[in-house]
Protein backbone atom coordinates (compact mmCIF):
# COMPACT_ATOMS: atom_id res chain seq x y z
CA UNK A 1 0.00 0.00 0.00
CA UNK A 2 2.75 2.42 0.84
CA UNK A 3 4.50 1.69 -2.46
CA UNK A 4 1.44 2.59 -4.26
CA UNK A 5 0.75 5.76 -2.49
CA UNK A 6 4.75 6.55 -3.23
CA UNK A 7 3.55 5.69 -6.95
CA UNK A 8 0.74 7.67 -7.19
CA UNK A 9 2.54 10.75 -5.93
CA UNK A 10 5.71 9.98 -8.00
CA UNK A 11 3.48 9.55 -11.54
CA UNK A 12 1.00 12.84 -10.35
CA UNK A 13 4.13 14.86 -10.14
CA UNK A 14 5.61 13.82 -13.51
CA UNK A 15 2.00 14.58 -15.12
CA UNK A 16 2.21 18.10 -13.99
CA UNK A 17 6.33 19.02 -14.83
CA UNK A 18 5.99 17.63 -18.02
CA UNK A 19 3.48 19.33 -20.24
CA UNK A 20 3.46 21.19 -23.06
CA UNK A 21 2.57 24.80 -22.39
CA UNK A 22 4.65 27.87 -22.22
CA UNK A 23 5.96 29.00 -19.31
CA UNK A 24 3.54 32.19 -18.19
CA UNK A 25 5.62 34.55 -16.56
CA UNK A 26 4.21 37.98 -17.69
CA UNK A 27 2.47 39.20 -14.69
CA UNK A 28 1.78 42.56 -15.86
CA UNK A 29 -0.33 41.04 -18.53
CA UNK A 30 -3.66 39.10 -17.48
CA UNK A 31 -4.42 38.16 -21.05
CA UNK A 32 -1.85 36.05 -21.43
CA UNK A 33 -2.72 33.44 -18.78
CA UNK A 34 -6.28 33.29 -19.81
CA UNK A 35 -6.85 29.99 -21.72
CA UNK A 36 -9.64 30.58 -24.34
CA UNK A 37 -12.40 27.17 -25.50
CA UNK A 38 -10.21 27.80 -28.81
CA UNK A 39 -7.01 26.98 -27.35
CA UNK A 40 -8.01 23.54 -26.71
CA UNK A 41 -9.35 22.79 -30.11
CA UNK A 42 -8.77 20.27 -32.61
CA UNK A 43 -4.98 21.06 -34.07
CA UNK A 44 -4.63 23.03 -37.10
CA UNK A 45 -1.48 21.78 -38.98
CA UNK A 46 1.29 24.06 -40.47
CA UNK A 47 1.30 23.72 -44.15
CA UNK A 48 -1.37 20.87 -43.85
CA UNK A 49 1.77 18.62 -42.66
CA UNK A 50 -0.44 15.40 -41.29
CA UNK A 51 2.07 13.13 -39.92
CA UNK A 52 5.44 13.29 -37.80
CA UNK A 53 7.30 11.77 -40.79
CA UNK A 54 5.70 15.32 -42.84
CA UNK A 55 6.48 17.32 -39.96
CA UNK A 56 10.33 16.32 -39.55
CA UNK A 57 10.84 16.61 -43.45
CA UNK A 58 9.21 19.91 -43.56
CA UNK A 59 11.86 21.17 -40.83
CA UNK A 60 14.81 19.80 -42.26
CA UNK A 61 13.76 21.18 -45.79
CA UNK A 62 13.12 24.65 -43.99
CA UNK A 63 17.23 24.21 -42.40
CA UNK A 64 18.04 23.02 -45.85
CA UNK A 65 16.75 26.88 -46.95
CA UNK A 66 18.12 28.54 -43.97
CA UNK A 67 14.40 28.99 -42.58
CA UNK A 68 14.52 28.88 -39.03
CA UNK A 69 10.74 29.20 -37.59
CA UNK A 70 8.71 27.99 -34.59
CA UNK A 71 5.45 26.73 -34.27
CA UNK A 72 3.29 27.58 -31.48
CA UNK A 73 -0.45 26.69 -30.59
CA UNK A 74 -2.62 29.78 -29.97
CA UNK A 75 -2.20 29.88 -26.15
CA UNK A 76 1.42 29.72 -26.63
CA UNK A 77 1.44 32.43 -29.19
CA UNK A 78 0.27 35.12 -26.56
CA UNK A 79 3.56 34.26 -24.09
CA UNK A 80 7.03 36.62 -24.46
CA UNK A 81 8.69 33.53 -25.77
CA UNK A 82 7.52 33.38 -29.22
CA UNK A 83 8.47 37.59 -29.69
CA UNK A 84 11.55 37.31 -28.02
CA UNK A 85 12.70 34.13 -30.08
CA UNK A 86 11.48 36.78 -33.39
CA UNK A 87 13.31 39.43 -32.02
CA UNK A 88 16.72 37.72 -30.68
CA UNK A 89 17.52 35.42 -33.59
CA UNK A 90 15.04 36.24 -36.55
CA UNK A 91 12.86 33.31 -36.16
CA UNK A 92 9.75 33.09 -37.72
CA UNK A 93 6.90 32.63 -35.73
CA UNK A 94 4.42 30.33 -37.01
CA UNK A 95 0.79 30.75 -35.11
CA UNK A 96 -1.73 27.59 -35.54
CA UNK A 97 -5.26 27.30 -33.78
CA UNK A 98 -6.03 24.85 -31.71
CA UNK A 99 -3.34 22.85 -29.38
CA UNK A 100 0.00 22.04 -30.44
CA UNK A 101 -1.44 18.62 -32.56
CA UNK A 102 1.46 15.64 -33.14
CA UNK A 103 3.00 16.76 -36.42
CA UNK A 104 3.82 20.36 -35.42
CA UNK A 105 5.41 18.97 -32.54
CA UNK A 106 7.40 16.74 -34.72
CA UNK A 107 8.40 20.01 -36.84
CA UNK A 108 9.25 22.01 -33.97
CA UNK A 109 11.51 19.03 -32.01
CA UNK A 110 13.65 19.19 -35.34
CA UNK A 111 13.85 22.99 -35.42
CA UNK A 112 14.33 23.19 -31.86
CA UNK A 113 17.50 21.05 -31.73
CA UNK A 114 18.75 23.25 -34.96
CA UNK A 115 17.81 26.61 -33.00
CA UNK A 116 20.04 25.21 -29.96
CA UNK A 117 23.29 24.26 -32.48
CA UNK A 118 22.88 27.26 -34.29
CA UNK A 119 22.31 29.44 -31.35
CA UNK A 120 23.21 27.98 -28.31
CA UNK A 121 21.92 24.94 -25.98
CA UNK A 122 20.32 27.98 -23.81
CA UNK A 123 18.35 29.81 -26.87
CA UNK A 124 15.00 29.74 -25.22
CA UNK A 125 16.29 30.16 -21.96
CA UNK A 126 17.15 33.96 -23.06
CA UNK A 127 14.20 34.14 -24.74
CA UNK A 128 11.72 33.35 -21.85
CA UNK A 129 13.70 36.02 -20.20
Sequence with gaps: MHNRIIGFIFMSLICFSC??????NDKNNDEKQIIRQSDLEEPEN?????????GEKLAMKDIENGNFKYIFSS?????NLPKNLEKLYGIEIINVSGVLGKPNK??????YKEIQRKFGTDAFNKAME
Excluded at 46 to 54: F, H, K, L, P, V
Excluded at 106 to 111: A, E, K, L, S, V
Design 19 to 24: NNVVRV
Design 106 to 111: CYNDIM
Design 46 to 54: YNRIETCED
Design 75 to 79: FGSRQ
